[in-house]
């Protein structure tokens, strides 16, 4: 007997609050939220009907008439940390326009707080860790104490269920729902991107490291992976759509060398070939040459490296498992097969000085990269960095939308050695020495008249205000 069709919304809450006051605030992403696009596909496949609203794209009054139109039985709210307000008057508006409608909430605050997401928040139910059974499990009409992997409301309280186990073999799930999505509205800065519309693709889940820094309540310390012919299908069906690029939300894209290299090379030998690059970042102790220049072949011109500090100290403090000299490593061979690099660094970290600081500075300035990012560490809460500080009594707030990335850190926490000017001052530094080398600009402006971006790159430069801190 088939089961009753329900009606489902998936909601992507508008990012503008999380990015607001930054300096990344105009490169940010428009991009097909690819959660909502996974968690659709097995609603259909299911035989229910789905729709998503993304408030990036459209208004408030838009969504009113979605909800009146639409009636949905349950009404799904992907969302981070800072955007738990944010979600919670989702929740108000579409509870007022139709009260018989139940409220989803899922992603990574709801799996690491799932009582105090529904405690403060109009949620009925949270979804903790992965959400694409889970989800189905409700929309099924499974009773709720009966669904691993959630926390709900009840007339006794919060209820908080067993955590489902992960996903073994990702090959399971469904293909994306990209058809849910209008892809040609969704526009990514040339700072990040040559050509759109842009799909996020995942061809793995988990990362098996231990950053202290690093939240692991969604995907857990694990590695799991969608099969390298099952990826090489993902791409193509991708640029059947219209995605003219790809970029990769793996934690972990070349965890397993070998993985990365077949799925290269079914890449290459494809009929459809999308640029593509790992924008999450990969590791300098998961790459060699062949790797580099196998992605290189397969259609990927850009890698993202997690580089974080220039002082061997501090990367230790923070476990993250890497060397200054694989970073030297993986950046020459990178550059030897043609790719362009982005490093990633962090600045305040745990065991930071002002010495460890300039240290960072002056490893950035010796790379031969294409472009560096730097943030000032936030404590992302659900990561061990968090739980320490909550333990010595160095967090100062529990307002959420306080923890933005770019944001500034002083109204969140104490760090243990560094008074947050100095921090700020170092912030500051990095982005003028990196950006206002003669070297650099020289280099970026060649680039950007060679690949046609010059006009885009310009007024992207000189719309930020390159003086102010976050």
């Known amino acids: 007997m088939r089961p009753t069709q329900r009606r489902m919304l998936l909601v992507n809450p508008p990012f503008e609050r999380f990015y607001a006051g930054t300096v990344i605030k105009n490169v940010a992403p428009s991009t097909v939220p690819l959660s909502l696009a996974c968690l659709g596909a097995g609603l259909l496949e299911d035989g229910h009907s789905v729709r998503v609203f993304d408030f990036n794209l459209s208004t408030e009054d838009d969504f009113s008439g979605e909800v009146r139109a639409f009636a949905p039985d349950y009404v799904g709210i992907t969302f981070v940390t800072p955007l738990i307000r944010e979600a919670d008057r989702i929740c108000r508006m579409a509870k007022a326009l139709h009260p018989p409608a139940v409220l989803i909430g899922g992603g990574p605050h709801c799996s690491s707080f799932p009582e105090s997401s529904l405690r403060e928040t109009m949620l009925d139910v949270a979804a903790v860790g992965e959400g694409d059974f889970t989800l189905r499990d409700i929309a099924a009409g499974v009773p709720l104490p009966e669904i691993r992997g959630i926390a709900f409301k009840s007339a006794e309280g919060v209820t908080v269920n067993e955590r489902r186990g992960f996903i073994e073999d990702l090959d399971v799930l469904p293909m994306p729902a990209y058809g849910l999505f209008e892809i040609d509205r969704y526009r990514v800065s040339p700072a990040l991107a040559r050509r759109n519309p842009v799909a996020w693709l995942e061809t793995s889940r988990g990362c098996v490291y231990d950053c202290i ?258």
């Open 213 to 470: 820094y690093c939240n692991k309540n969604c995907f857990g310390r694990t590695f799991r992976v969608k099969s390298p012919a099952r990826v090489a299908e993902e791409f193509e069906r991708a640029g059947a759509l219209g995605f003219r690029e790809i970029f990769l939300t793996d934690d972990g894209f070349s965890t397993d060398l070998r993985r990365a290299k077949e799925i290269c090379a079914l890449l290459s030998a494809g009929r459809t070939q999308v640029p593509w690059s790992p924008l999450n970042g990969i590791r300098a102790d998961r790459t060699d040459p062949d790797l580099l220049h196998a992605m290189r072949a397969a259609g990927c011109y850009r890698i993202y490296l997690g580089i974080e500090s220039g002082s061997q100290r501090v990367l230790d403090r923070i476990r993250k498992g890497t060397t200054l000299e694989q970073v030297r490593n993986t950046v020459r061979w990178a550059k030897q097969a043609g790719l362009e690099i982005v490093g990633y660094f962090m600045l305040g970290l745990p065991g930071d000085t002002e010495e460890t600081m300039g240290q960072t500075i002056d490893f950035a300035l010796s790379l031969d990269l294409d472009l560096a990012k730097a943030a000032i560490t936030i404590p992302l809460p659900g990561t061990e960095m968090y739980r320490d500080l909550c333990a010595a009594g160095a967090i100062k707030t529990g307002d959420w939308e306080t923890y933005r990335f770019h944001s500034t850190p002083s109204v969140i926490y104490d760090h243990e050695s560094l008074p947050w000017p100095v921090v700020q001052s170092y912030y500051r530094r990095f982005y003028r020495k990196i950006y206002m080398n003669p070297r650099f600009v020289l280099r970026n402006v060649l680039f950007s008249i060679r690949n046609r971006t010059l006009l885009e790159n310009l007024k992207l430069a000189f719309s930020i205000n390159w003086l102010r801190i976050q």
